[in-house]
């Protein structure tokens, strides 16, 4: 399977600002992850995946109340049971924050299980997300 790109719009407001009035990096991170949720959970079944780790979350500059920024998510590799996230979001067409999440494939009881999702990248630029995803786990 290809990579596949999930796209979700929100508004920047008053209770998703930090004491400097800009976008809270706690706020970011909770968007980041369901962000990365999203794409998983279509791939697999959204009770079978736990977050594992948030390798990185770059910020580009600073977020104002009022912006709406765009977050697109996609899966760009698949191990035996993880599933890793990159996800990126925008403001107006500028990239303002990226990173990447790991998420595992569970049972009910909490235990890894193989999903046997197979991801292939297609362009230059999936194959460098790709290998950048690979480098992260060492």
Wanted: with cysteine; hydrophobic share 40%; proline share 3%.
């Amino acid at each position: 399977m290809s990579f596949v790109h999930y796209t979700t719009n929100r508004l920047v407001k008053g209770e998703d600002l930090n004491h400097h009035g800009t976008l809270y990096a706690g706020r970011t991170a909770e968007w980041f992850v369901e962000s990365g949720f999203v794409a998983a959970s279509k791939l697999t079944r959204p009770e079978n995946i736990v977050c594992l780790q948030i390798h990185e979350m770059v910020f580009k500059r600073p977020v104002n109340k009022g912006d709406v920024v765009s977050l697109e998510s996609a899966i760009v590799l698949a191990g035996r049971t993880s599933l890793v996230a990159f996800v990126r979001m925008e403001v107006q067409n500028e990239q303002v924050f990226n990173g990447f999440i790991t998420f595992i494939h569970v049972d009910l009881d909490g235990k890894p299980i193989p999903h046997g999702i197979k991801i292939s990248a297609e362009t230059s630029d999936e194959l460098a997300l790709q290998e950048a995803a690979r480098q992260l786990k060492k």
